[in-house]
């Protein structure tokens, strides 16, 4: 079965072409630069199977790429708080989305895998998030892009077509291509020994779990299907908890009311405005504030998947970084302290399965 891979230079998406690959799925990538591609894969000793190069921007190369795949897992996207690239979230987020979902279909694949986010979900009507609740119209700037592509996705779903949507939360893990902005928050975290103490929680979703999921999902004749996948909704204090048992280092709680947050998130923006990289801006601030626990049951109900607990993501991500290079042995710690065996079990964990 040759299943098309967008974004396989992402975090997500080269999860998922070393998870399809592993399980004998012939994979086709889709990328903008094969060389980036082939360096996100490295630390996996895996290649795609087929390399397509081509933006998902852009009709006739995602013409192209579905071409003769049975089905579609669409990972390609612009995650970004970072109000000057607005446009380009619109295009890769919105447009893009409408390129390969409406292509992939008219070419037959079954099942199109959509990968959502659950910020086009927020706020929640309940205390708790699921698949069935409806798509909002967030005034954030990521937010509203991955909701516009939900509301698109749904439509095909309504017309009875095959698209399986995952809806992720805040996705970590080692081997991250990208190192967005999610792994520099951690990194930032340890740089400043302190993690600021958020209402709400993050939701925090280990990315080998995600790409077993879609792979799970990928059985034609099922129809349209949607997942949960927030993961654990970790509070501010669990995170410095996490972090300092893994490190060994003190971590600082600093504590912020709802409105020194807004305040906080407000001057982000406009440092944000003036060239300056904040540690808040408001859509983060926004997105925290909101985060209610997700039912992620049906991971597990109808995909069989188990989630990796929380600890186990950040101790691969933190050894992961340290390795790499991108944290010093001060910021990891004990991490950069453990025996030799536990590094390289850590590192086989990236490693394909024989």
Not at 56 to 68: N, Q
Request: proline share 7%; aromatic share 4%; charged share 25%.
């Amino acid at each position: 079965m040759k299943v098309l891979v967008t974004g396989a230079s992402g975090l997500v998406g080269c999860h998922c072409v070393v998870e399809l690959e592993r399980a004998g799925f012939a994979v086709r990538a889709l990328v903008r630069d094969p060389e980036r591609l082939e360096r996100a894969l490295a630390p996996f000793a895996l290649a795609a199977s087929e390399v397509e190069r081509g933006d998902v921007t852009d009709l006739r190369a995602v013409r192209r790429a579905v071409a003769g795949c049975a089905a579609v897992v669409h990972a390609a996207g612009v995650f970004t708080l970072d109000r000057s690239r607005e446009r380009e979230l619109w295009r890769t987020n919105v447009r893009g989305s409408e390129h390969v979902l409406r292509e992939a279909l008219a070419a037959g694949a079954d099942p199109v895998v959509h990968v959502s986010s659950l910020s086009a979900l927020h706020p929640a009507a309940g205390p708790v998030v699921t698949a069935r609740e409806p798509v909002k119209q967030p005034e954030e700037m990521y937010a509203s892009t991955k909701a516009a592509a939900e509301r698109f996705a749904r439509s095909l779903q309504a017309q009875g077509e095959p698209v399986v949507t995952f809806y992720p939360g805040a996705i970590w893990g080692p081997g991250d291509p990208t190192v967005g902005d999610g792994v520099q928050a951690v990194i930032e975290m340890l740089r400043a020994g302190a993690v600021v103490a958020l209402p709400g929680g993050l939701p925090l979703v280990d990315v080998r779990d995600l790409a077993a999921a879609i792979r799970a999902s990928l059985t034609p004749g099922c129809g349209p299907r949607r997942f949960m996948a927030g993961g654990a909704l970790l509070s501010s204090d669990a995170l410095a908890d996490l972090l300092a048992e893994l490190t060994g280092r003190r971590m600082l709680r600093v504590p912020l009311s709802g409105a020194a947050l807004r305040l906080l998130g407000r001057l982000g923006d406009l440092a944000q405005r003036l060239g300056f990289e904040p540690p808040l801006t408001s859509e983060a601030a926004n997105t925290a504030a909101a985060a209610v626990p997700s039912d992620d049951s049906d991971l597990w109900l109808e995909l069989g998947i188990r989630k990796r607990p929380p600890r186990e993501t950040l101790r691969d991500t933190l050894g992961w970084l340290f390795e790499s290079g991108r944290i010093t042995r001060r910021e990891a710690g004990r991490l950069a302290r453990e025996p030799a065996r536990a590094a390289r079990e850590r590192r086989q964990r990236l490693r394909p399965v024989p």
